[in-house]
């Protein structure tokens, strides 16, 4: 079985849980987000003696696979909009008539019109047309479309035309867009030609959240799609959508290779000792300056290339996860010789042997910039990597790391280095890295936060200064869920104009921001827009007001994602992450936390911190008040801010008690239980919102895992449900005036080979120290309470790199046994497990015994007893 959670905590599926979950579940039936109502027939108006679409219209394609996508996505969205009981009539152009023939009335048959979707060179009755009167199609943007309403002789042609098949499908989701905002099928007055004024718009979709178990890669493909993300990332994931996918919805990709691409196999090849140079945690890396150290790189990249053909970015990243040589590193196989060589340097020659590799395919090299210059160099370096000709990927702020608090979050080497016509100087292959409502996979909840004006804003200084090409990070491109971030920046590709930054009241719904206006109003209908805005304005106002700028004494205090949120709950960082800790004086003293403390600490922070949980809390409920469970996209919406601030309002509760502890040393001091008591009363409420929002959620929605890897696994929500029943349960028995029982009691073990990890380590109320077993099964550790009591609730804290498959919880009322089994884990969270036990269970003695490890050893860094 799987820990349980105690009866009365179990979560209930409110009204927005099941709005959420009907909204996952149901597949998306319009080109708008996936949880979109259709446009239904009874919102549609047409002007009689003009051309209105109808179902008894025919779609006539051309010969590629891309375009005849598009047709049959319009035959289906126009069918769910004129209530028809199966999409319109779908053919392919060119196949037993001649061009002219098609538009005959014989041949037409009961066709009332004809909507032609291809390209002038593919399609014939388009190249009939264009040599009439040439549709306004640029020769330099593959991707531009033209929408034509015409006449041919007394047939109505509506012509959806584009430079390329892909613009041919641009043009049909311009077209169904333009019927959801108008609401009318009559397309008489359609004339509308527009160019993409961003070449390469890339995205992912499986890097802060897994997609629920029912939404298909077709249904993803068809979402970046008719949003116009046009380039696929799957940043160190791989690919994120299989080749067909991605071919059959015109998508290309952007590839990683992450450094240095060689297995230890090479490292350890002797023939290659002298080209490895190996940095001061124990990294080995390539040297590029080396003749075999090229030939790797060049092996990595050649390699890379050859598992696709719809490459389209061939990127690496220097930093982070992705490991070039540094000026210290050892040279292996010398007596500590230097490597001496700068990043800098060493990253223009990766660069030119991949620019070398790819030789005149078109792909373009793309260099991440990402930790890879000493402060103020990163300009340098960008002019060197612009001059040899390869592409620049430059996060919004350089090394900075603050998405979600910043309307625009540029350094002045992002947006400011421009020539005297005001374009940036960066080159045509310079991309920006961007956040929209998106936060890193390590801030798990943050998809979707609705902060359209960032968005907008952001996307308008891009096109301001001529940048062509944007990524969004952290993905940024989930199709289960609404994103009012990605409406805009749909709306934005095509013209950056809308977007009017000088809008001093953009959510006032009496004078309201075009573009805000016009998206609100799409997306939800004139009825609802009003108070959209107005929700909009409350999200933004708590997290993106001007207000909260770094160093303004009244504004909030946050230098960088990982002190907003990342090290809060990233479980690899601080010793098991901030956010699986109890409100407890153990769980704040044991283990400390040194990194970024005096700042979480500093009053400033925390006054500012309080502030914004209000700001939120504010938003969520006039957000509940305005949500008339009418909309999924208003429930989702609502659910994603709601969880973020859940989360955020529990960073602020264990800021608050860290700042408590400070003041102690004594963990059983009176003092310190008054003090924190009502920090720890308000964090169970925090637990339970976050338990009920994360049970509505799929089963493979996940809080802590996967930090490096997006897990897909089908229990996990469930093992972050006990890890937040865990700290919820040690929160409130220290609450209730429950004692651990086994601190500092008699224990002993089956075995510990370990003289510094012994048994009695296992009960010191120390979370750093730990007993550890010998690498077998059924090893064990019980500690002896000293007599017979009650006892209700059993914690144990593993190390979560050596737990066990499964144990048991064991019980006996006497010094020498026998034992009952009051409790069997078959599925532990692999870090700190409650097993609440048995009502009426008494104990002298307690026992772990444990199944096969899922490592070794067993180490358990705490055992705790509690009883009412």
Not at 221 to 238: D, Q, S
Not at 296 to 304: E, G, Q, S, T
Not at 852 to 857: D, E, F, L, V
């Amino acid at each position: 079985m799987m820990l349980l959670r105690r009866t009365r905590v179990v979560p209930a599926v409110t009204a927005l849980a099941s709005a959420l979950v009907a909204s996952l579940a149901a597949p998306p039936t319009t080109a708008a987000p996936a949880t979109a109502a259709p446009v239904t027939a009874d919102r549609l108006t047409s002007t009689a003696g003009e051309m209105a679409v109808g179902a008894d219209w025919v779609i006539v394609h051309g010969s590629d696979a891309v375009e005849r996508t598009a047709a049959d996505h319009l035959a289906g969205q126009l069918a769910d909009h004129l209530g028809a009981p199966a999409p319109l009539e779908v053919r392919e152009a060119g196949s037993t008539l001649s061009a002219t023939a098609w538009l005959r009335r014989e041949n037409l048959g009961s066709a009332a019109g004809v909507i032609v979707v291809g390209t002038v060179a593919d399609h014939p009755l388009a190249g009939i047309a264009h040599r009439r009167d040439p549709f306004d199609l640029p020769g330099d943007s593959p991707e531009a479309y033209h929408l034509d309403a015409r006449t041919d002789g007394t047939t109505d042609v509506l012509y959806v035309v584009g430079a390329s098949p892909k613009g041919a499908m641009n043009g049909v989701f311009r077209l169904e867009q333009h019927i959801e905002r108008e609401a009318s099928l009559d397309v008489a007055a359609l004339n509308e030609a527009a160019e993409p004024a961003f070449v390469n718009r890339v995205g992912g979709h499986r890097f802060t959240q897994s997609p629920p178990p029912d939404w298909t890669d077709d249904q993803q493909g068809r979402y970046y799609a008719e949003n116009y993300i046009n380039v696929v990332w799957g940043e160190k994931h791989g690919a994120p959508l299989p080749a067909d996918v991605r071919e059959k919805w015109g998508l290309k990709l952007a590839y990683e290779v992450p450094l240095p691409g060689v297995g230890a196999a090479w490292f350890d090849d002797p023939a290659n000792e002298s080209s490895t140079c190996v940095r001061g945690d124990g990294t080995r890396t390539i040297d590029p300056f080396t003749p075999r150290g090229a030939q790797a790189y060049a092996d990595v990249f050649a390699a890379a290339l050859a598992q696709h053909d719809d490459i389209v970015i061939l990127e690496t990243l220097f930093g982070d996860y992705s490991h070039i040589p540094t000026p210290n590193s050892i040279r292996a196989g010398t007596d500590g010789e230097t490597c001496d060589i700068q990043k800098s340097d060493v990253a223009v020659e990766i660069m030119r042997i991949m620019k070398d590799v790819i030789g005149d395919r078109d792909v373009t090299p793309m260099a991440w910039m990402w930790h890879l210059y000493p402060a103020g160099g990163d300009a340098a370096t960008m002019a060197r990597l612009r001059d040899l000709g390869v592409g620049i990927l430059y996060n919004e702020d350089g090394n900075g790391d603050n998405w979600v608090t910043r309307r625009t979050n540029f350094s002045d080497v992002a947006i400011d280095t421009v020539d005297e016509t005001g374009v940036t100087t960066w080159g045509p292959d310079y991309a920006s890295l961007v956040s929209a409502g998106g936060s890193c996979e390590s801030v798990k909840p943050v998809i979707g936060l609705p902060v359209p004006h960032a968005a907008a804003s952001k996307l308008h200084a891009l096109a301001e200064i001529g940048v062509r090409n944007f990524y969004l990070w952290w993905g940024g491109v989930e199709g289960w869920t609404y994103s009012a971030n990605l409406s805009v920046i749909r709306e934005m590709i095509w013209d950056p104009g809308l977007f009017d930054p000088t809008d001093t009241t953009p959510f006032d719904a009496a004078h309201p921001e075009p573009l805000l206006n016009r998206v609100a109003t799409t997306d939800f209908g004139a009825d609802r827009a009003p108070d959209v805005l107005r929700y909009w304005s409350l999200v933004d106002r708590a997290l993106v007001d001007p207000s909260y700028a770094t160093g303004d004494p009244a504004g909030l205090r946050v230098y960088s994602w990982y002190q907003r949120l990342a090290i809060y709950l990233n479980p690899a960082v601080l010793g098991g992450g901030a956010a699986l800790r109890p409100i407890t004086p153990d769980g704040l003293k044991s283990n400390p936390f040194t990194q970024y403390r005096p700042w979480g600490t500093d009053p400033d922070t925390i006054a500012n911190f309080t502030q914004v949980a209000a700001e939120l809390a504010r938003a969520n409920q006039i957000g509940a008040q305005l949500d008339d469970g009418t909309s999924a996209r208003f429930a989702q919406m609502r659910h994603w801010t709601e969880l973020y601030t859940h989360v955020f309002t529990s960073r602020l509760h264990f800021l608050q008690g860290l700042r408590v502890a400070d003041q102690y040393t004594d963990v059983d001091d009176p003092a310190f239980r008054v003090a924190l008591e009502p920090i720890a009363a308000a964090e169970i409420d925090t637990i339970e919102a976050m338990e009920t929002a994360l049970a509505s959620m799929p089963p493979n929605a996940t809080f802590f895992d996967g930090t490096r890897v997006v897990v897909q696994g089908a229990g996990d929500r469930e093992k972050d449900l006990d890890l937040l029943a865990a700290k919820r349960l040690a929160t409130q028995a220290w609450l209730d005036g429950e004692v651990n029982l086994a601190a500092g009691r008699p224990v002993n073990a089956s075995s510990a080979p370990d003289q510094t990890r012994q048994p009695a380590l296992a009960v010191d109320r120390d979370w750093t120290t730990e007993w550890r077993s010998a690498p077998s099964s059924g090893q064990w550790i019980s500690v002896g309470l000293g007599e017979v009591m009650p006892v209700d609730l059993v914690l144990v804290r593993w190390n979560p790199n050596q737990t066990a498959l499964s144990y048991q919880v064991q019980v006996a009322d006497s010094a020498s046994g026998p034992w009952t089994t009051v409790a069997t884990i078959t599925e532990p969270t692999g870090r700190d497990d409650a097993i609440p036990l048995p009502a009426g269970t008494t104990a002298r003695q307690v026992r772990i015994v444990g199944g096969q490890p899922a490592a070794n050893n067993l180490t358990i860094r705490e055992l705790e007893v509690y009883g009412p």
